[in-house]
C-alpha cells in the first residue's frame, strides 16, 4: 500500500456556509474551506470577528449544515449521519466550550458537570464520583453544590471544561473560551485547554482574534471574509507555512494539468509525447507512491524515476538507486519503501503499456483487475461489466475525469458503482495515474 501522512481526526472538504440562501440578506458565511484537524494537536481558528470562525466550528460539531462540502469525522461523514447520530457525535466525541459558558442556572455546579452523562446508563454514585474527579482537578471542587450564578466567570468557564470533558471525547471545540474573562482567569483557562492536549492526548481546537494566544498553538488556521487565507505549523520554535501536497493537492493538480498537456500535444508524434512527459510523469507518480517524504529525498528519487520512465528495462536498477545511501549516490530510501515503489511502478508501468496494445475491452477488464487488487476487493458479476464499459470510455477519452469520480459514487440504482465517496475519488486518482502513464 501507500505510504500515508499523519492520519487525521477531522477532514473538512471543500465547505461552504451561506446563510439565507436565495434571500435578499443571503450571505456566504464560509467559502470553499478545506482543513484537517490532528489528533494530540493544539490547533488555533483565528481571524477578525466575523470571518466565519464559529460557523467553521459549528459545521465540525454537526451544529451547522453545510451548503456544499462536507465535514468528516474519523471518516465518516457527519452529514450523511442521522440527528441522532449527530447528537452521539456531540455527547462522546467531540467537546465544545463557548464564550458564554451555556450553564443551567437551575442545576448545582456538580449536576451542570454530570449532565452529558445523565443518559449512559451509570448510577447516579458513580456519574457523581467522576464528576468530582474534574471538579478537583480544575480546583473548583468547593464549588460542587454552589449554582452557577455564585460563581466567578473563571469559575464558570472550568465548570463548562469539566462538563465537555464527562464523556472523554477525543476533540475539543472551544469558541473565544476566555472572551469574557480577565486576564488573569483567561490564563488559567488557556493553561487547562492546553494541558488536555499535553497531558490528556486530546485535540484542542481553540477559536480566538486575540494574537497573544498564537503561541500556543501547533497548528493555526487564518481566517478572513469567510476564506481559509493561510496555514501554519509550529516546527521547534517557529510556525512555517503548510504548504499543500501529497494527496489533497495531487487530487486536484493532475486531471487540470494532464488536460492542458494533452491539449497542447494533440497532433505530435507519439514517441516525442512520451518523452516530453517523462519528467512531469516521473514527478507525479512519485507524489502518487510517496507522500511524506523529505524534499531532498523527492528530488533524488525523483531523477531516478525519470531514467527508468526513459529506459523501462531497468527495473532492478530503480530498486538499487533507490535503495542506495545518499553518500553511495542513491536516494537514500529504505528496503522496504524501495522495493515498495519499484514493484508498485512496475506493476503499474507494465498495466499501462498493456492497455496500449491490447484491445479495449482487454485493457478495460486488465484495469478492472488491477483497480480490484489495489483496494482489495471483488466486484459481482454484473457489476464487473458496469465497471469495464465505464472503464473502456475513460481509456478511450470519452469521459473525463470528474466523471469516473460520479459514475464510481453514484448509487448502483442511478447507474453508478454506489463506492463511497472517498473511496470513488481514492480509485479515480488510482486509474488517471494509469491513463497517465500510458503516454
Ligand atoms: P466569527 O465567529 O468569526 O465572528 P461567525 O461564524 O459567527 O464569525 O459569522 C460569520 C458571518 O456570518 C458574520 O458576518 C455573521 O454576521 C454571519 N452569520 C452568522 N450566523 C448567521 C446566521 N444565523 N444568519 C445570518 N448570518 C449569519
Ligand atoms: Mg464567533
Known sequence: MQTQTKQHLVEVKDLSVTYNQGKPNEFQSLKNINVRI?????????????CGKSTLLYSI????????????????SLTGMTKREQSIVRQFEVGMVFQSFYLIPSLNVLDNVCLPK???GESKKERMKEGMKLLERFGIVEQADKY??????GQKQRVAIARCLINDPKIILADEPVGNLDSQSAENVLGILRDLKDVDKKAVVLVTHDP???????RIFYMKDGFLVKEEVKEGNTFTPVIKKGAEAEEKAIPRELELLVRSFQGMPREYISSLLVPFKAQKVLFHLLMDMPEEQVTLAQGFVKEYLFDKDAKDDLFSALDRDIESGGAGLDKRRAQNISSRLYEMMHLAKDIEIKSPEEGASLMKEYIEKTFSFQLEVDQKSAMESFLQKRIANEVSHEEVITFLDNPVSSGGMGF????????????EMIMLLRY
Do not use: N, W
Open 38 to 50: 490532528y489528533p494530540e494537536e493544539f490547533t488555533i481558528i483565528f481571524g477578525p470577528s466575523g
Open 212 to 218: 497573544s494566544h498564537l503561541e500556543r498553538a501547533d
Open 61 to 76: 460539531s454537526a451544529l451547522q449544515r453545510p451548503t456544499e462540502g462536507e465535514v468528516f469525522l474519523e471518516g465518516s
Open 148 to 153: 452557577p450564578s455564585q460563581l466567578s466567570g
Open 420 to 431: 463511497h465517496k472517498f473511496f470513488a475519488r481514492k480509485m479515480a486518482r488510482e486509474i
Open 118 to 120: 445523565v443518559f449512559c
